[in-house]
């Protein structure tokens, strides 16, 4: 059983910039396709990044530039570096994984239990 824990997030100004992690338990992250997602209150959830099996990124074009996806595999951790925010960045992250890799849909069987990034004018 996989299980995800969800760490970091806070509040910035808009420019600044934020760490999310992830904690991955039950299974090995290297073998795992893992991304983030972000649900802003009132709206779907979306995705933000992704890394597949193969260590492929792809990013939401609103991420691209700014948002960072990376793992470490040793810590059995994934990280989403936050840059350059802005307060429409504001939103519960969610880590995501899988055995099978979904891009950015949110068809993810594992979730972690999202983590509140508030981003003030």
């Known amino acids: 059983q996989v299980q995800l824990q969800d760490h970091g997030g806070g509040s910035v100004q808009t420019g600044g910039s934020l760490r999310v992690s992830c904690a991955v338990f039950g299974y090995e992250v290297r073998r795992l396709c893992i991304a983030w997602f972000r649900q802003a209150e009132g709206k779907e959830r979306e995705g933000v990044a992704t890394i597949y099996e193969d260590g492929r990124t792809n990013y939401a074009d609103s991420a691209k530039g700014r948002f960072s996806i990376s793992k470490d595999n040793a810590k059995a951790t994934m990280y989403l570096q936050l840059n350059s925010l802005e307060p429409e960045d504001t939103a519960m992250y969610f880590c995501?994984?899988?055995?099978?890799?979904?891009?950015?849909?949110?068809?993810?069987?594992?979730w972690g239990q999202g983590i509140q990034v508030t981003v003030s004018s």
């Open positions: 995501a994984a899988d055995h099978l890799c979904h891009g950015l849909r949110p068809d993810y069987k594992y």
